[in-house]
């Protein structure tokens, strides 16, 4: 029988970790680190854990990387030069106000106090300088588990939202139904009998088949929207949306 070798092991832990980042869908990772070696083994930790990697040597650079391209994942190094770690995560929590990008610091210094002010500052873990693999494997995993289950209740939020949305829309179209029908079908009505009184005469007044065709054309509109099922909005003007009744 045959045993597998330490490297078969490894590269086993490795196509877990890239299948487990594909299935999170959480795939691009900003690393922010000042240090050319300790940058160069994360980067490449990563890389082989199946995540594309983005990395930046200084606050400025990643805060400019991030802008431009927001990633799902930010791992950095508290103790980074220009904008320091903590300011770093402020910012990115300004960009991000839907709170999609899950922020993760670490620090040579192993005390409470780093903790504390990364986690004021808007970081969702901490850990100390990843030394191994492993180590950062475990933290890798809790950040995956937390932007899933993250997604799932954004995703619940917004099929709640749909969901009043649409009773809204209902709610609106019987309100409709009841304000307008009635007085736009006293409006037809009257209007059919001016252009009934017109032929009689053997005369035509173009005021009153615009009041009909209009008429005819609000009851439309009431009717189309009372039938949606399923509405979608469209941008009318630059800015502006409204709901599709086609």
Partial sequence: MTH??????????????????AASG??????????????????????????????????????TQYAGAPVPLVLLDLDLPGIGGLELCRRIRALDAARATFVVVYSHRDDLDPLIA????????????????AHLRARLVVAERRIAQEGARRAAEQAAASARYLAGIGE??????????????AILAHAELLAMDD???????????TIMEQARRIADVVRRLSSLRNPTSIEYVPGKRMVNLE
Avoid: F, K
């Fill in 199 to 209: 032929e009689e005469r053997g005369t035509s007044n173009d005021s009153v088949q």
């Fill in 118 to 133: 990364a986690l004021d500052a808007g970081a969702d873990d901490y850990m100390a300088q990843p030394a191994s693999v």
């Fill in 26 to 63: 959480m795939r691009h990772v900003l690393v922010v680190e000042e240090d050319a070696a300790r940058r160069d083994r994360l980067v490449a930790w990563l890389g082989a854990a199946g995540y594309t990697v983005a990395a930046a040597a200084s606050g400025e650079l990643a805060l």
């Fill in 172 to 185: 609106v179209a019987i309100a409709l139904q009841h304000e307008i029908n009635n007085p736009l079908a």
């Fill in 4 to 21: 597998g070798t330490a490297r078969d092991d490894h590269d086993h832990h490795d196509d877990d970790d890239a299948s487990e980042a």
